[in-house]
């Protein structure tokens, strides 16, 4: 069946680092796939998707290219900052409007 | 200010006890959703619905009930059936031209003492 599954956290940065957070899925033929942020004690937002396969999204500095050929999804970010501090979800769209959610990765910022 | 509002924002229950949790929108969303959060697990769905007076249970739908009598409403019950119902709950909504996104309110942390 399809499923999402993400690296570990936390991942631990020093202000201005690079960020990639990886992200696999398997699924039948090319679901739509997306990043989603939750910020402390908050619910989550949509930070970038990309529909079909080669597709890149891009959101407030982040990106993720969606590569069929890996079936990845990586989030990548070139400079963060103390206010990216978060959890990050990726999740793949199954049939009737359902999402199917990775663990989440969560993500500290030291300036 | 088009969103989604949970309330309360912290609720406490003795064992054995139902309890509702609220999630109303106001962005004209057909489809609204109700996830589970525990710490250090991704989201899994309880409920949804595509329409109003229409649902369909998720993966984890036992021990919850919902209902959706209005567009706009789309109320949980965890019911004292649930055997582990401590958990932060997420209330989403999707709809018109980008239907794959779901809109999040900012979530009910209940705690069953």
């Known amino acids: 069946g399809n499923s999402v599954t993400q690296m570990e956290g936390p991942v631990t940065l020093s202000e201005e680092a690079f960020l990639t957070i990886n992200c696999t899925y398997t699924a039948t033929g090319y679901p739509s796939l997306f990043w989603y942020v939750q910020y402390p004690g908050e619910g989550l937002q949509l930070l970038l998707k990309?529909?079909?396969a080669d597709d890149k999204g891009s959101n407030k500095g982040f990106e993720a290219t969606y590569r069929k050929e890996t079936t990845s999804f990586h989030l990548e970010k070139g400079s963060v900052q103390v206010s990216d501090s978060a959890v990050y979800f990726c999740a793949l769209k199954r049939s009737n409007y359902q999402l199917i959610w990775g663990a989440g990765t969560k993500l500290i910022i030291k300036p | 200010d088009g969103g989604i509002t949970q309330s309360p924002k912290y609720l406490f229950r003795k064992e054995g006890q139902n309890v509702t949790l609220s999630c109303e929108q106001n962005l004209n969303h057909d489809a609204m959703y109700w996830y589970r959060q525990d710490p250090g697990q991704g989201l899994r769905l309880i409920y949804y619905?595509?329409?109003?007076?229409?649902?369909q249970k998720g993966d984890i739908a036992e021990g919850y009930s919902v209902s959706r009598e209005k567009k706009e409403s789309f109320p949980l019950t965890v019911t004292s059936a649930q055997k582990n119902p401590t958990a932060f709950y997420l209330c989403?909504?999707?709809?018109?031209?980008?239907?794959?996104?779901?809109?999040f309110g900012p979530g009910t942390r209940l705690t069953v003492l």
């Open positions: 619905s595509q329409i109003v007076n229409d649902f």
């Open positions: 989403a909504s999707s709809g018109g031209g980008g239907r794959d996104t779901q809109y």
């Open positions: 990309a529909t079909k």
